[in-house]
């Protein structure tokens, strides 16, 4: 079993940054495929950033070059760098781990862009 706690949402002024992290508790993380999905109101949910287990990253094109992902394993860590933030980034943003047929997602961290 594997929990995922998210942090570090909040209110941020166009152009500035914030960096989500992502908490596992649990065993084997290491192993873990890791992802960013976020929700904006009214609208499916989308993949935003992927990491598997040795570090390579993949991004939706509205993030790319503004986005990074990247995993501590020894903190059992996913964090995401978001740059260059926009009013559409504003989304509830959810953290995944899936390894095989296990499939775990944090409870979403706010994430608001605004003046």
């Known amino acids: 079993q594997v929990q995922l706690v998210e942090s570090g949402g909040g209110l941020v002024q166009p152009g500035g940054s914030l960096r989500l992290s992502c908490a596992a508790s649990?065993?084997?993380?290491?192993?873990?495929?890791m992802e960013w999905y976020r929700q904006a109101p009214g609208k499916q949910r989308e993949l935003v950033a992927t990491?598997?287990?040795?570090?390579?990253?993949n991004y939706a094109e509205s993030v790319k070059g503004r986005f990074t992902i990247s995993r501590d394993n020894a903190k059992k860590t996913v964090y995401m760098q978001m740059n260059s933030l926009n009013p559409e980034d504003t989304a509830v943003y959810y953290c995944?781990?899936?390894?095989?047929?296990?499939?775990?997602w944090g409870q979403g961290t706010q994430v608001t862009v605004s003046s």
């Open positions: 995944r781990a899936t390894l095989g047929s296990l499939d775990y």
């Open positions: 990491i598997n287990l040795v570090g390579s990253t």
């Open positions: 649990g065993s084997a993380f290491s192993f873990y495929f």
